[in-house]
């Protein structure tokens, strides 16, 4: 499905639906080096590890399962069975996109279009609820109450959330930064330009259309130094070595493709980069300082959470902060 087809851009997360609509399992997960995350995923298991046979789990705002598919592996090699659920409020269908983990995702049900802030679960039903990257970005005090209401007492919760001086946050802005730049510049319409003077250049073979192709090559050239000359110092180019690449393959796909699914491909292109630019500004607003999350860790102990703890989550060689984790348990008496 092209993108932003099929939903309106100002429906709840059209940003996020687009991009779970893919084959990538995870949106956050670091993997700024190799095994980057392996800290990350190690916890996970572990949590899910403890759980008792037959245990039921919640990932709260799971998109395409990167969290919910760690409780999958654990309940294989562990013998114990899980009933795994995931919401997320975007509209998700994961085992439709991602091939790469199409076995564990079967045996996760997950609940597209469902705000966390009002889950569609009995009291005490959960055995644990876990979330990554994604509390941060509702309405928190309602998510966590809901959190609290659905696990069961004496059941485990644990969240890990971005934190505003980690080392995410810091390449989300630049990425973001990058992303609004091309986005006001002439690129795409001189993309656009070239599309159809060259096909109308070689369909009528005229000196004048072949000389208006040449000038809109040249503007395109133009457009992309211009937009090099402003990127030079950065120091992460992954986003712009991306899209230019995709820009850049646009005109040799005229053989074949019709000028009208060309232009078409130009503009899906422009609204991928919108939703990115969309993700990386809520992922920057969503993050947390420590003010922030040690009165999430009052209001737990407020709605009846025990041994309520808050660590730094760190990653890399060099032990970058990456987040935070926040864990506890819901009281039993
Ligand atoms: C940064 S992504 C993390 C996804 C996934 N947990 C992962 O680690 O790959 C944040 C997710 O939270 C979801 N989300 C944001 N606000 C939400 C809400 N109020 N209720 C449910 N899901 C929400 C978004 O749609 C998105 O899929």
């Known amino acids: 499905m092209a993108p932003g087809s099929g939903q309106r851009q100002d429906d709840a997360l ?16 670091p ?7 392996d800290p990350l995923v190690s916890t996970w298991r572990d949590f899910f590890g403890a759980l008792p046979v037959g245990a039921r789990i919640l990932d709260l705002g799971s998109g395409n ?35 790469s983990a ?33 509390l941060e970005y509702s309405q928190i005090e309602k998510s966590l109450t809901e959190a609290m209401r659905v696990v069961r007492a004496g059941g485990s919760f644990r969240f890990l959330l971005h934190a505003d001086d980690g080392v995410l946050k810091s390449r989300c802005q630049l990425q973001r930064q990058q ?33 208006t192709a040449e000038e809109s090559i040249t503007a395109l050239k133009t457009a992309f130094d211009e937009l090099e000359n402003k990127f030079a110092s950065d120091d992460n180019r992954d986003l712009v070595d991306n899209l230019f690449a995709a820009v850049r393959q646009l005109p ?26 969309k993700r990386l500004q809520a992922m920057e607003r969503a993050a947390l300082d420590d003010a922030a999350t040690t009165e999430l860790v009052e209001r737990l102990r407020d709605m009846g959470a025990t041994d309520v703890t808050l660590e730094r989550a760190t990653a890399g060689e060099g032990g970058n902060c990456v987040g935070y984790w926040l864990y506890g348990e819901k009281a039993t008496g």
């Not at 996020?16 to 990538?24: E, H, I």
């Not at 990167?66 to 009933?83: D, G, I, L, P």
């Not at 966390?116 to 644990?128: C, K, R, S, T, V």
């Open 65 to 99: 399962g990167s969290v919910a598919t760690q409780a999958v592996v654990v309940s294989r090699e562990a013998s114990k069975r899980f009933s795994i659920h995931g919401v997320d409020l975007a509209e998700i269908d994961p085992s439709r996109y991602v091939t």
């Open 14 to 29: 059209w940003e996020w639906s687009v991009f779970w609509r893919s084959d990538q399992l995870q949106s956050c997960m």
């Open 102 to 134: 199409a076995d564990l995702l079967q045996e996760i049900t997950f609940h597209s279009r469902t705000p966390m802030e009002n889950l569609p679960f009995a009291d005490n039903y959960f055995d644990a609820v876990a979330s990554q990257y994604a």
């Open 252 to 277: 040799a796909l005229r053989k074949s493709y019709e000028l009208k699914t060309l232009l078409g491909m130009v503009d899906d292109t422009g609204k991928l980069l919108l939703a990115q630019a």
């Open 179 to 211: 992303a609004e730049t091309i986005l006001s510049s002439s690129l795409f319409a001189r993309v656009s330009d070239v599309l159809k003077n060259v096909v109308a250049a070689e369909r009528t073979r005229m000196p004048e259309t072949q000389k």
């Open 31 to 37: 993997a700024i080096e190799p095994g980057y995350s």
